[in-house]
């Protein structure tokens, strides 16, 4: 969504400096007004647009922060993770610490590490989240699917526990 908010003050943005290039280009033409006195209206308008534009994009930001808060309203676990403190790193290198095995991770933009959270326990905010984005390695070098999981404190992000099932 931040891409099409930027996009869009973009488009708005240029679609304001050409209407007023074109009307200080036709007023200089019809020379009404000095060459002075069209520069500093074209330098005023020129800033005019670029305030305007960073109070647009700071209204879209706010909107956005807005937005975020309806979303997580219903404590969701994965919202209140994600808005929190969200360890997937370190529940990572805990686990490959653990391991005694070789093993790859698959994760990307489109798959995340961990697809699931779950309340582990909801007054104490620790919440338990899975995944299967990984594959151990066997002696052959075949792939075989693995799932995991971590358990942290979303509140101060420390990790409680975190294996390979």
């Not at 309203?73 to 490959?96: F, I, S, W």
């Not at 933009?109 to 697809?115: D, G, K, M, T």
């Not at 995991?148 to 526990?161: D, L, R, S």
Request: hydrophobic share 45%; glycine share 6%; aromatic share 10%.
């Amino acid at each position: 969504m931040a891409g099409a908010d930027f996009l869009l003050s973009m488009s708005v943005g240029a679609a304001l400096s050409w209407a007023s290039y074109s009307i200080v280009a036709h007023v200089v033409s019809k020379q009404h007004v000095s060459t002075l006195r069209a520069i500093v209206w074209g330098a005023l308008g020129t800033l005019s647009l670029v305030l305007g534009i960073c109070a647009f994009s700071a209204v879209g930001a706010e909107h956005q922060a807005a937005r975020k808060d309806i979303v997580c309203a219903d404590d969701n676990p994965e919202c209140y993770a994600r808005t929190h403190h969200n360890p997937v790193r370190e529940c990572k290198q805990l686990m490959d610490e653990k391991a005694k095995f070789h093993h790859v991770w698959l994760d990307s933009e489109a798959q995340p590490v961990f697809s699931t959270y779950l309340w582990h326990n909801e007054n104490k905010r620790t919440i338990q989240m899975f995944g299967q984005q990984a594959k151990a390695i066997n002696s052959l070098g075949m792939h075989t699917p693995l799932q995991y999981f971590c358990v942290f404190n979303a509140n101060t992000g420390k990790v409680i526990a975190a294996s390979f099932e």
